[in-house]
């Protein structure tokens, strides 16, 4: 048998509708399926809409910045290269080891979580949790150890079946609201009842509610950025990039805005049912088949939820490996991590990244403690790797207007610039100082729960600090940022050295 080739690139393999697929899928998941009646409940439908439309709005001016330097520089784990290259290695190295980090708890988070939902069906309970657990790793290992077009297809339908479910879902709730199925029309009156729009069921600023749901829906969209991660490994970058955001932006308005105004107008703020209720969580999807008289939805929405978990574990597992890898393209992490095999598979980060996803999982087994703390540490990951995707994107865009640069080389220019960068950089702070909007609202400092909230920030500075006092970079000039086209960071080495 020949031996396995090594090599140091990655393959080109992801087609269009696989860009486009795992753009959207990336941000359809338990976000809309569960954490959605949340937000309604804490406030009210239309806080929940508004929250909702305003982060997706950032969300869209956050893709378009980073589809404009993906597709002028296509790169694996794009937006650590770009801070690295726009703007100071230590970002770089800061934020690509913190995404790592919140992509391995994720996947470790997701294959207990999708024990728990199989364990739905009675016959599933044969096997126990950690098991199942296993099981998925090694289904999750086994889909991204192939070539990158056999993850590619994967996504494809893992996030297809979310889309059609979605579809299906907004059919089935406007029937209902107009009676053609449940057997009364419903109009508007759950956001004219009480408190309704916008207060929920909670006697509290309003602005302070509506912050809490930015939280919620900040998270619902987190995975919208791994269409940066993919478009190292498309066939057509210059294409595909493009077509996925503006897919995104409008998916968005359909999948999560159509999709809570459905649920608002057919479930009351007050459901008990609701996350945050007082009795057991169900999906709001469920609630609404139910109301419609579809006793087939609970089976039907966790088959949907078990899959929605697969793809959040299998599309973790991809985003970390690629960002591993392409740190260590950038001399950010050891050389090794950059052996690929003949398939251009990272097979050296996968299997480090796996061994540290099963470390994760035993911890959370054996010390409940420890992994709520592991947890924390990575909780404001998502918007600390978003508001280095907008400082990047302002620097790299600066740096062509101050060196001069041909603008006609963006083959694919961001919206409104520099209002998008700038926009999505602020509502992104205020999310993360507003993290702990307990404290905000009855001013009660709780030290334990002031520093689980926060601690993700202590956590990306000590990776900050450690390479910047290790290697004193410094943050590059606008007129030295390098604006070439080679995805060869061998410049950069010599600044970190």
């Not at 069906?121 to 657990?133: G, K, L, R």
Request: some cysteine.
């Amino acid at each position: 048998m020949a031996q396995e080739k090594s090599t140091n690139d990655v393959q080109r393999k992801l087609k269009d509708r696989h860009i486009s697929m795992i753009a959207i899928g990336g941000c359809i998941g338990t976000g809309l399926f569960m954490t959605s009646g949340g937000a309604i409940r804490d406030a009210g439908p239309g806080g929940a809409l508004l929250a909702y439309a305003v982060v997706g709005l950032m969300v869209f001016f956050l893709m378009t910045s980073l589809g404009e330097m993906a597709t002028y520089l296509p790169v694996s784990g794009s937006f650590s290269t770009y801070a690295t290259r726009f703007v100071d290695p230590s970002l770089g190295f800061a934020l690509g080891w913190n995404y790592w980090f919140n992509w391995v708890i994720t996947v470790a988070a997701d294959i207990t979580i999708a024990s728990q939902v199989i364990s739905y069906w009675q016959p599933m309970e044969i096997i126990p949790s950690w098991a199942w657990s296993i099981i998925f790793m090694l289904i999750i290992f086994g889909l991204n150890s192939l070539s990158v077009k056999v993850y590619g297809e994967s996504e494809y339908w893992f996030a297809f079946i979310k889309v059609a479910t979605v579809i299906i879902f907004i059919g089935v709730g406007l029937l209902t609201i107009f009676g053609l199925l449940g057997g009364q029309y419903l109009g508007f009156e759950n956001f004219v009842t009480g408190d309704a729009p916008f207060l929920g069921d909670n006697n509290v600023n309003t602005f302070l509610l509506v912050l809490g749901v930015f939280l919620v829906a900040g998270f619902s969209f987190q995975g919208t950025e791994l269409i940066g991660i993919t478009a190292g490994e498309s066939e057509n970058p210059e294409r595909a990039v493009p077509k996925a955001i503006k897919q995104v932006f409008w998916r968005i308005l359909l999948f999560y805005i159509l999709a809570i105004f459905v649920i608002g107008m057919i479930i009351p703020y007050t459901n008990p049912n609701l996350m945050g209720g007082d009795e057991v969580a169900k999906s709001p999807f469920t609630l609404v088949f139910e109301n419609a008289g579809l006793a087939f939805a609970a089976s039907f929405m966790n088959a949907v939820i078990l899959t929605s978990v697969l793809s959040a574990g299998n599309s973790g597992m991809y985003a970390s490996v690629r960002m591993l890898f392409s740190m260590s393209k950038d001399k950010l992490a050891t050389p090794v991590f950059s052996k690929t095999n003949k398939s251009g598979v990272p097979y050296v980060a996968l299997c480090a990244t796996a061994f540290v996803v099963i470390l994760i999982f035993g911890i959370e087994h054996i010390s409940g403690g420890a992994y709520e703390y592991i947890i924390a540490a990575s909780g404001m990951t998502g918007f600390i790797a978003w508001l280095g995707i907008a400082i990047s994107h302002y620097r790299f865009r600066r740096a062509f207007d101050i060196q001069d640069y041909d603008k006609s080389k963006l083959k694919y220019k961001a919206k409104l610039f520099p209002f998008g960068p700038l926009f999505a950089f602020a509502l992104c702070a205020i999310v993360i100082v507003g993290q702990d909007v307990d404290f905000i609202q009855t001013g009660e400092f709780e030290p334990r729960r002031f520093f689980i909230t926060y601690m993700g920030i202590p956590v990306f500075l000590a990776f900050y600090i450690f390479h910047k006092v290790k290697y004193k970079t410094k943050k590059i000039p606008l007129s030295e940022v390098d604006l070439s086209q080679d995805v060869d960071m061998q410049e950069f080495e010599k600044n970190i050295k």
